[in-house]
Structure formats: structure tokens, C-alpha cells
């Protein structure tokens, strides 16, 4: 099957380091992959309002959240392109996720089915040089990985505070070269992994 990347921009900024970086594992990508790039501050989602047991969510047919919809579903591999704000993924980002709950209760959608076996990639920088500061992001991609039965293939992660300075983390860059190249294994929770 051919491959079709949806990159989801969750940065506040734009052109920050997250893209930067992002765009950098995307260059070596082959021409018959499909990249798709959807900036969520271009693309506003309202705050998603819990009616899992109220109500049936509605598919959405215009907007904001029936292009991520629709894209999302396109996706082969999704790629969670997201700044680290206070340890973990944007609040851009996490409205998204968000939306993944109302998603999975709309009828006719099947997202859970359609995501199981898909890949779920992310990309962050932060300011921090532990990486290890990152681990709360981590969690979140790969625990909503293991959650829909996606495959996960990490979190390529640079450091840069202001725009550009991730142009001057060698090693992240060196890692971008190949973040794609290997199959990414299934998500499993932590407590299935023994
Ligand atoms: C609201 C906010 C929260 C942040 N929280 C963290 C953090 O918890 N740890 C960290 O290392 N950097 C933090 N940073 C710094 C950003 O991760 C860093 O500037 C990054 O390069 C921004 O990515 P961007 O250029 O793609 O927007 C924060 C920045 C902002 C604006």
C-alpha cells in the first residue's frame, strides 16, 4: 500500500523548531510517499465538548475538524508534530487528541478500526537538554498509540528555544536522516508488554 504521511502541526509559532525538524525526517522520504502538513493554528478546533453519553457525536462535514477527520482517516502514518509545553504536547495537540474521543463514538466512522495497524510518529523540541523531561510526551503518543492498536515508531526530539536553534542540534539532525526508515512495532501498554 502506498504510504500517505499526515504531519500535524501543533506549534503555537510558525516555522519554529518542531517543523524544522519535522520537515528535515520528512526530505528523505521516497517521491511516491504522500505528505500531507496541516497546521492545527491554521485550522482551529473548537474545545471538544464530552458527549460521549449524552448523545451520538455528529460526523463533522465542514470546518476545521472535517478536514483533520478526514485526513486523519487518509493516514498511513500520522505524524504528532509538537512543540514540549509544560512536559508534554500543545494544548493545540492535546485538543486534537481530544477530538480522537469524540471520533471514536461517531457513527459511521469507525476510527478505532480504520487506526488499528497505522502508524503513530512524533516529533518534538524543547528547550530543556535532558530529554528526559520529555518522557511525559512520550507516554502520551505511545499509550494513544497502544490504545487505538496503531503502531508506534517514537518521538524524534531536538532542542532549540528560539526559531532555528534546532538547526544546530547535530545529533537530532543526524537522527532525522533516518527517523522513518525502520517499521515501527505495535504499541502495547506496559502492563501487556510482560
Ligand atoms: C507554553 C510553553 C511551554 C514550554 N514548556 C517547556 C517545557 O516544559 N520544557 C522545555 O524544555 N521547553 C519548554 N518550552 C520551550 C519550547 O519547547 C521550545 O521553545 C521549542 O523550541 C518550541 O518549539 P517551536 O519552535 O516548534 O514552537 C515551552 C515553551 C512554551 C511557549
Known amino acids: 500500500m502506498t504510504r500517505r504521511f499526515l504531519f500535524v502541526l501543533g506549534s503555537s509559532r510558525s516555522d519554529g523548531n518542531t517543523e524544522l525538524l519535522a ?6 522520504l521516497p517521491a ?6 496541516i497546521s492545527l493554528a491554521e485550522h ?3 474545545d471538544f465538548a464530552d458527549l460521549r453519553h449524552d448523545s451520538d457525536h455528529v460526523r463533522p462535514t465542514e470546518g476545521p475538524a472535517a478536514v483533520l477527520l478526514d485526513a486523519t482517516l487518509a493516514a498511513t502514518d500520522l505524524v504528532i508534530v509538537s512543540p514540549l509545553y509544560w512536559y508534554s504536547v500543545s494544548a493545540q495537540t492535546k485538543r486534537y487528541l481530544d477530538h480522537w474521543s469524540g471520533w471514536l463514538r461517531t457513527p459511521g466512522v469507525d476510527f478505532k478500526a480504520t487506526m488499528a495497524g497505522r502508524t ?7 528547550a530543556a537538554e535532558e530529554q528526559v523531561v520529555a518522557d511525559p510526551l512520550i507516554g ?5 498509540a497502544a490504545y487505538l492498536g496503531m503502531r508506534f515508531g517514537g518521538v524524534l526530539l531536538g532542542r532549540g528555544s528560539k526559531p532555528g536553534d534546532v538547526l544546530a542540534d547535530a545529533d537530532a539532525l543526524a537522527r532525522a536522516t533516518t527517523f522513518f526508515a525502520p517499521d515501527a512495532p505495535h504499541a502495547r501498554f506496559l502492563a501487556d508488554a510482560a
Open 120 to 126: 503513530l510518529w512524533g516529533v518534538a523540541a524543547l
Open 140 to 144: 502520551t503518543l505511545h499509550n494513544s
Open 44 to 46: 482551529p478546533l473548537p
Open 32 to 37: 511516491d510517499v504522500e505528505q500531507r502538513w
Open 23 to 28: 520537515r528535515r525526517a520528512a526530505e528523505p
